[in-house]
């Protein structure tokens, strides 16, 4: 079978074993999809439908205003990526804006395996601009930027939350949890980047002095190596444009502050918003897109999640599950974009979901 790529190039899936994976997974992601449709549906109903109806009536043209607040957070991750590239080679903002949206889509419609597709698949959108391994370097560096900008806004919010409001004992120690956990990671990721830690290769090397999927390995490493060399020579030879690039990533996230008190200005009718609320409500949704990104657009979690923190803020439960609906509205609509955009590059969106793994493989390759 044969998926044609953005540059024209064939990729040929020879192997079975790819699609012996896809079928594997495929159940799991089914499953996962019918618990969230089922949570969804259990907290809609608890949270009253006209309710949450009025409040999506309230929103009326104002999902416009949203959709542009949300436009800004696709710009400021494009240009971050951008960012990332080295001499000679360059990316335009065209380019990765596109590549970013449909990769995004991607991760979106592709149930459990969205982080394994999403990322290198937009590496792959751009390959006819920039070499492979350069835009795989590069989209692993705005990452890790962006990983770090993730645990900082999470723990700011956590410690709001915990400041700010009387807290269920439950919910309580999740948020100690949460603190112990992003704590944690910064020093890690900041001694595996000034270190220089080869933890990638050196994984590779492992398994490969073990025996174990030894041919795989040897045709991997090399690559690995390359790669690492490429994301620590960056931070060696830019610290210029880390706190640049750093700041891209923390607009990412006031973006969603933004976003999320303007929706709740149109769909709360009795209890005004604040920008803490705000603030808060977006350090959960970030936690619960990184806790729960195997389930498709967050089903059910996202609506359970910031129903119950919206009440903890003083606001109501079903104002929280209309928020989370309309982001759903959101995500949907930039997904179409996203696959608007794959089936003007000639890709088939079809296609695309029944070979992921053949995209991973040429990424990772």
């Known amino acids: 079978m044969t998926t044609r790529t953005t540059d024209g190039d064939s990729l040929e899936n020879d192997s079975k074993q790819p699609k012996r994976k896809s079928k594997k997974l495929a159940p799991l992601g089914i499953l996962f999809a019918l618990v969230g449709l089922l949570l969804f549906a259990y907290f809609v109903r608890n949270a009253g439908v006209f309710r949450i109806l009025d409040g999506i009536k309230r ?38 804006f596109a590549a970013r949206l449909m990769g995004d889509a991607l991760g979106n419609i592709i149930p459990f395996v969205s982080m394994a597709v999403a990322e290198p698949s937009k590496a ?5 601009r920039v070499p492979l391994i350069v835009g795989l370097s590069a ?21 709001a939350l915990m400041l700010s409001f009387p807290l269920p004992p439950a919910l309580r ?5 949460a603190l112990v956990i992003t704590a944690a990671f910064v020093p890690v990721i900041y001694l595996i980047i000034t270190k220089q830690w080869r933890f990638l ?3 590779l090397a492992f398994f490969g002095a073990r025996k174990y999927a030894k041919s795989r390995v040897e045709e991997v490493l090399p690559r690995a190596r390359i790669l690492e060399d490429r994301i ?3 931070y060696q030879r830019n610290r210029r444009l880390l706190i640049p690039i750093f700041a891209l990533e923390l607009c990412f996230h006031l973006a969603g502050v933004l976003e999320i008190y303007t929706t709740l200005s149109y769909i709360s009718d009795v209890i005004a918003p604040t920008i803490l609320a705000a603030f808060v409500l977006e350090s959960v949704n970030r936690i619960i897109n990184v806790v729960f990104k195997f389930i498709p657009f967050r089903l059910g979690v996202d609506e359970g999640g910031s129903g119950l923190v919206s009440k903890i ?15 759903k509205a959101r995500d949907l609509f ?16 079809v296609t695309a979901l029944t070979e992921e793994e053949p995209i991973v493989e040429e990424a990772a390759s």
């Open 201 to 203: 290769s050196g994984a």
């Open 139 to 159: 989209i692993a560096l705005e990452n890790i930027f962006y990983s770090f900008s993730v645990v900082l806004f999470i723990f700011s919010g956590t410690v």
């Open 124 to 128: 792959m959108f751009v390959r006819h």
């Open 313 to 327: 803020v003083g606001l109501s439960r079903p104002v929280g599950v209309t928020l989370a609906i309309v982001r």
């Open 232 to 234: 620590y020579g960056f």
């Open 334 to 349: 930039w997904t179409a974009v996203g696959v608007v955009l794959m089936i003007r590059r000639g890709l088939s969106p």
């Open 59 to 96: 929103l009326g043209a104002g999902f416009l205003l949203l959709i542009a607040i949300s436009a800004v957070r696709h710009v400021v991750r494009a240009l971050a990526w951008t960012k990332c590239f080295e001499e000679p080679y360059r990316l335009r903002f065209r380019d990765a």
């Open 173 to 177: 120690y999740a948020s100690i949890g």
